[in-house]
């Protein structure tokens, strides 16, 4: 079956920066488009970046672009996100997903997610 396993999050300070990684199994992974979503206590889950199967199509939320970079390596099956100038806005916990539609992810999978959270 498929697995998506994140590792990565953590307890930085503002400023500071993450780098997320999400390995996969039970999938052909370079055909899926992949995705990272987050969700703060209170609120709803919110898509912040997607990536296209080959790896060259990207899409970044208004509220993590020119912070957030998303890349993937195929033939790690693995899905990164680097996370820099965390702000304590960005806690939550992040999730990996693989779908279809890197600007618009429809979810087949999720990972158990991981949690991040920036102090002041």
């Known amino acids: 079956q498929v697995q998506l396993v994140e590792s990565g999050g953590g307890l930085v300070q503002a400023g500071g920066s993450l780098r997320l990684s999400c390995v996969a199994s039970g999938l052909t992974f370079s055909m899926y488009s992949m995705g990272w979503f987050r969700q703060a206590p209170g609120k709803e889950r919110e898509f912040i970046t997607g990536?296209?199967?080959?790896?060259?199509?990207?899409y970044y939320a208004d509220s993590v672009k020119g912070r957030f970079t998303i890349s993937r390596d195929n033939a790690k099956n693995t899905v990164y996100l680097q996370m820099n100038s965390l702000k304590p806005e960005d806690t939550a916990v992040y999730y990996c997903?693989?779908?279809?539609?890197?600007?618009?992810?429809?979810?087949?999978?999720w990972g158990q997610g991981t949690q991040v959270t920036v102090s002041s």
């Open positions: 990536i296209g199967g080959g790896g060259s199509s990207t």
């Open positions: 997903a693989s779908g279809t539609g890197w600007r618009h992810l429809s979810v087949d999978h």
